[in-house]
């Protein structure tokens, strides 16, 4: 079956140690992204890849870093950096150009820093 | 990036349609407007989207006024599975430009379906 992948559900790391989120999609999609969501609220863009070996910034990338290697892949990085990193986490794909590029979430990955 | 403004909350009988408006007056050419929803603790799923024509699929009927500066969602028998937050966003689809493909959500509506 097509779909988007994130890996692990839940997570724990102890403050200060960076810790590497995993996304997979196998849908040939070219855009890929990354978001945050905290409790009672919307979600906010950390990072965004529309093609391999490119990606920008959303609005919150302060403390996260990502690569694009393969065009499946787009793992997300929450360093020591980030000030407050227990969230829920969720990626996305979706096709680059044309209309109807609707994208596709994963179910998430709910990181806890202890 | 155009904005997109919702009610915070609505509520909807069992078996009435609901709908759902979304204000995005700062709307450009190229910015086809999108609906998702997320139920608690999981991915959004897409709903529908369109440019300017009205569009219905399966799940839902987008309503997109003429000056393209806001738009309505509506379901059209809510059933207590439709509760959930429903996100409006814009989206540039045209080539170039820094936000080229940028999804941006905002707070969402809340939808709660009543029995």
């Known amino acids: 079956d097509g779909g988007i992948t994130q890996s692990p559900k839940y997570l724990f790391r102890k403050e200060g140690q960076n810790v590497t989120l995993s996304c997979e999609q196998n849908?040939?999609?070219?855009?890929m992204y990354w978001y945050r969501q905290d409790p009672g609220q919307g979600l906010r863009l950390i990072y965004y890849s529309q093609i391999v070996n490119d990606f920008q910034k959303g609005d919150i990338a302060e403390g996260y870093s990502v690569s694009r290697e393969k065009k499946e892949s787009f793992p997300l990085t929450v360093t020591s950096a980030q000030k407050n990193p227990t969230a829920f986490y969720l990626c996305?794909?979706?096709?680059?150009?044309?209309?109807?590029?609707?994208?596709?979430f994963g179910q998430g990955t709910r990181l806890t820093v202890v | 990036d155009a904005k997109t403004t919702q009610p915070p909350s609505m509520d909807c009988a069992e078996g009435r349609a609901a709908n759902l408006p979304c204000n995005h007056s700062t709307i450009s050419g190229n910015e086809y407007v999108y609906w998702y929803r997320q139920i608690h603790s999981q991915g959004p799923q897409y709903i529908i989207h369109?440019?300017?024509n009205n569009e219905t699929n399966e799940m839902a009927s987008l309503i997109i006024t003429e000056d393209r500066k806001s738009s309505t969602l509506i379901l059209p028998h809510a059933t207590l599975r439709d509760t959930a937050v429903y996100y409006c966003?814009?989206?540039?689809?045209?080539?170039?430009?820094?936000?080229?493909?940028?999804?941006?959500f905002g707070q969402g509506t809340i939808l709660t379906v009543h029995p």
């Open positions: 966003i814009v989206r540039v689809e045209g080539a170039g430009g820094t936000s080229y493909g940028k999804l941006t």
């Open positions: 996305a794909s979706s096709k680059r150009t044309g209309g109807g590029t609707e994208a596709f």
């Open positions: 849908l040939n999609h070219d855009a």
């Open positions: 369109g440019l300017k």
